[in-house]
């Protein structure tokens, strides 16, 4: 007895409208599946994400071929193993872009949008508390005078447990003598958050204005603490001029510690180990510098995890993922945690606010009572005091 099946045809109008929205990065694929093998979706899931499956429900126009779209995290792992060297972020944000086109995309995003749009920020925060982070501090407004600006970002400005690495960094540039200065409440949002939903259109709009504004504003060197804004500045702003040189604070501190302005005085006697931000690590290849900043503290004992550097695992919060709830059982950072443990370390040390929340959040689940979080600025600024910090004035999220 036979049994009809059913036939879906492949339209060159759909199939076109997929290499559109990608910029043709999906075409190298072959559908080896190498992708879908090695995404670390598969330690905490069932099922992984199937970038080839998704490709081809989207080339064919299936119902839900956007489901699955929003778990990637764009933690670049699978697109550092692609035979091919397919560019799979392109490819998923191309595809994400597609699904804005049809409003098909998950609830809470449409008012990240909106909050950036209205309030410049991701956090649906007036502009004019933006500098409340410094706690009336005297930080000064940049000029062409200074020496970098401070870009202290989004999450710095407005999350209360960040806000306490912004507070760690400026007082470590302040010890080494550096003149910084931020925008104020002037200081606009990186444009990241929109960038990894996919709304490309709105993205363009906020680096053009950004961009004006910095070569308005004659800034030269800009700092940014989280490496989100960093991969940002460096690799998602074309139009700017030849001065600019965006850096990730880790960068800048090296270089600090090798002019010898930054001094450590006493020994930090911990074990430490460290978490490579994705957006640091595999996107622009920073391995070295955080792992050179910890090793330059006195007393500091660097052990690494079984996956570290270019095998990183990531916290989870990229791609979008810090504005999606992500169910229990399915948190990157709990594994991260654990496998913190199992190297004896009491920090676990990392240079990214993504990273710094995820990984906090998890400490509770996991119940890593004998485990903190930490910043690297905050450890250096620990390394910086005029006295010895005894072990229980470690920070952690309050």
Not at 44 to 50: M, N, P, Y
């Amino acid at each position: 007895m036979s049994h009809a099946v059913d036939s879906i045809l492949l339209q060159d109008e759909t199939s076109e409208r997929v290499a559109q929205a990608t910029g043709g990065a999906a075409a190298p694929c072959f559908q080896c599946g190498v992708c879908t093998a090695v995404c670390p979706l598969s330690l905490v899931r069932d099922e992984t994400v199937s970038i080839r499956k998704i490709i081809r429900q989207a080339q064919l126009g299936l119902h839900g071929w956007s489901e699955e779209l929003w778990l990637c995290t764009t933690c670049q792992w699978c697109e550092s193993r692609c035979p091919r060297e397919v560019d799979i972020t392109k490819v998923i944000l191309g595809l994400r872009r597609l699904a804005w086109k049809e409003r098909d995309v998950p609830h809470g995003l449409p008012s990240l949008l909106w909050d950036v749009y209205f309030d410049g920020n991701t956090w649906g925060r007036p502009p004019s508390e933006r500098s409340l982070w410094a706690r009336g501090a005297p930080i000064k407004e940049f000029s062409q005078q200074d020496d970098i600006l401070f870009y202290v970002g989004c999450s710095a400005a407005y999350d209360r447990r960040i806000q306490k690495v912004a507070r760690a960094l400026a007082a470590v540039l302040e010890t080494a003598g550096v003149t910084f200065a931020t925008l104020g409440d002037k200081e606009p949002c990186c444009g990241d958050a929109v960038r990894s939903v996919g709304h490309e259109e709105y993205l363009s709009e906020i680096i053009d204005v950004n961009a004006r504004l910095f070569e308005e504003a004659g800034v030269g060197t800009l700092v940014a603490i989280s490496p989100h804004c960093y991969d940002m500045f460096a690799n998602r702003y074309p139009n700017l001029s030849g001065s600019f040189r965006p850096l990730h604070y880790v960068q800048y501190l090296v270089e600090l510690i090798e002019e010898e302005k930054l001094k450590f005085q006493h020994e930090l006697p911990l074990k430490v180990t460290y978490h490579d931000p994705c957006y640091l690590g595999r996107r622009n290849n920073l391995y070295e510098a955080p792992r050179r900043i910890l090793q330059a503290i006195p007393g500091v004992e660097l052990v690494e995890m079984e996956r570290s550097r270019e095998d990183g695992l990531c916290c989870g919060g990229g791609g979008g993922r810090m504005w999606l709830e992500t169910p229990p059982g399915e948190r990157f950072g709990d594994l991260r945690v654990q496998e913190a443990q199992t190297t004896g370390a009491s920090v676990l040390a990392t240079s990214c606010p993504h990273c710094v929340s995820c990984l906090e959040d998890s400490l509770g689940v996991v119940g890593a009572t004998d485990l903190r979080v930490m910043d690297i600025a905050e450890l250096v600024q620990m390394a910086l005091q005029p006295q010895p910090v005894p072990a229980v004035a470690i920070p952690g999220r309050s």
